[in-house]
């Protein structure tokens, strides 16, 4: 008789190595299957590498602007191949962590891909590689693809010319012509790297403003400095098609455009991968994704959907803890998923990190609001090493609550402070309970607790 697992995983990306990790960690016994490499889309070809890059474009900056801050550098270049053989290693290290983690933690691990192909009595069977494994709770985590769109020319070259969040990591030459369909956050890190080690870069985006809901007034201003680093942007442009050495398109006027590429980044978004797992013989709804409760549950008791496949946020951190949330309801802990103060950063150099609502949200919902902004060089840190920089802090509050509704960030470690501006949301901390937290100086975060200051009483 075949072993009843407790808990069986499908995919092994952070949502799902988190989820048989916490799980094993609990006591369930824990089998996670991968078809691919553990760590899923964000370590192999996301999050991860991207940073990677990213980081060695900003040393590069760094040491061709090294005069502003008294230090020469002379013969300044990059290695795009040595800059793609670090990324690599880094992404081999992690992908390694996460293998000794699963080892650690006691959690099955099975590099095969896996099928649901019904019930046993009270256990789901998934089968992989002509094995079938039973189990009493199931959590998909199949993540998400690259969505590919029927414009002519797009699938058919797929691949070396037109390249996903996949393909654009491994490029062992800088393209002269780099074209972005898409400003959303894949195709601007990939812009502003690409950019940075000197390729021609343009976007073409089908909205009038890049970045999506970003904050419109900090979107704009990532604009400004991208295109100051050279990068072209076409908004209110749709690209109808794409042959070798262009891409041809329209602007919302009716003018038509073609753009030169030598290589072309398709980043409109992407798809829950709910397809082809077998949820229909187990009975899961399936729409554009898995839909779930703030539990992570399916219509189907017993199967939960986190990370991309259920589509809510598509961020590695909201899977991490939708993980936590499905591991909690299974074992009978009260646990709930909070999506308003989910945080999420855009790391182009300079990054932006936001979270919850917008300005335009709170327009678009009525909601009454005030605002407060102050410019980064604020901050005494910020200064001292940002030299000639620009940056901005936003903070949206509830005009009659007076709790924090929204912190927008677009400067140096907006990523690395926003986290402290999603708790002052997740708390529901007034403007003057917010002020009363001690901010270690000098920080760039402590331009959150000066805007604070910035509304009236
Ligand atoms: P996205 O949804 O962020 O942006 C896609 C953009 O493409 C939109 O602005 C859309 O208007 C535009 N578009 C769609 N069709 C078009 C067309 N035919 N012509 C021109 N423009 C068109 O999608 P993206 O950048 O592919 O990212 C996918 C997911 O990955 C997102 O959910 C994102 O949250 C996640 N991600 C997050 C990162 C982060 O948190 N730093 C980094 C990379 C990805």
New binding site residues.
């Given amino acids: 008789m075949s072993t009843v697992y407790d808990l069986i995983v499908i995919g092994g990306g952070p949502g799902g190595y988190l989820a048989a990790e916490r799980g094993a960690h609990a006591g369930l016994k824990t089998l996670l299957f991968e078809k691919r490499s553990l760590g899923g889309v964000c370590l192999n070809e ?2 991860i590498p ?1 940073k990677a890059l990213l980081n060695s474009a900003k040393h590069y900056e760094h040491a061709l602007h090294a005069n502003k801050y008294g230090v020469s550098c002379d013969n300044v270049a990059i290695d795009q191949k040595a800059v793609v053989t670090r990324k690599a290693k880094v992404v081999r290290t992690l992908v390694a962590g996460v293998k000794a983690k699963m080892r650690g933690a006691g959690v099955t691990v099975v590099m095969e891909e896996a099928t649901i192909t019904g019930k046993d009595g009270a256990n789901f069977a998934v089968s992989a590689a002509g094995t079938t494994y039973l189990g009493k709770n199931l959590i998909i985590a199949t993540g ?1 693809s ?2 590919v ?1 029927p ?1 002519p020319g797009v699938k058919e070259l797929l691949g070396d010319y037109v390249l996903t ?1 996949r393909e654009v990591l491994d490029l062992q030459e800088i393209p002269k012509n780099f074209t972005v ?7 601007l ?1 990939m812009a502003a790297y690409y950019a940075a080690v000197g390729s021609k870069v343009t976007v ?4 009038d403003h ?1 970045a ?1 809901a970003t904050d419109l007034e900090i979107s704009s201003m990532l604009q400004k400095e991208l295109e100051a680093k050279g990068v072209t942007f076409l908004l209110s ?3 109808k098609s794409v042959e070798m050495g262009k891409v041809n ?1 329209e602007k919302a006027n009716g003018e038509k455009i073609s753009v030169a590429a030598d290589k072309v980044l398709l ?4 798809r829950s991968n709910c397809m082809g797992i077998g949820l229909e013989n187990i009975g899961v709804e399936i729409d554009r994704g898995v839909p779930t409760d703030t539990q992570g549950r399916t219509n189907v008791p017993g199967v939960y959907a986190i990370g991309d496949v259920n589509g809510h ?3 590695a951190h909201t899977a991490y803890r939708e993980a936590e949330v499905a591991i909690n309801t299974i074992l009978g802990k009260p646990d709930n998923m909070r999506y308003h103060a989910n945080p ?4 182009t150099q300079p990054e932006i990190g936001s979270v919850g609502k917008t300005e335009e949200e709170c327009k678009a919902k009525g909601i009454e609001y005030e605002v407060a902004k102050l410019p980064m060089v604020y901050s005494g840190r910020f200064v001292a090493e940002n030299e000639g920089a620009d940056g901005l802090c936003k903070v949206i509050v509830d005009k009659k609550k007076r709790n924090v509704l929204g912190v927008h960030l677009i400067g140096a470690y907006s990523g690395e402070i926003i986290w402290g501006a999603a708790e002052m949301i997740e708390m529901q901390l007034r403007v003057n309970d917010a002020r009363q937290i001690i901010f270690p100086h000098p920080t760039v975060s402590e331009i959150i607790r000066e805007t604070l200051w910035e509304f009236k009483d």
């Fill in positions: 996301g999050c991207s998400s690259a969505a769109p414009i969040n369909i898409g400003g959303g956050v894949i195709g890190e073409i985006e089908m909205l890049i999506g442009t749709a690209v398109a980043s409109i978004g992407r946020h598509m961020l999420s950063v855009i790391y």
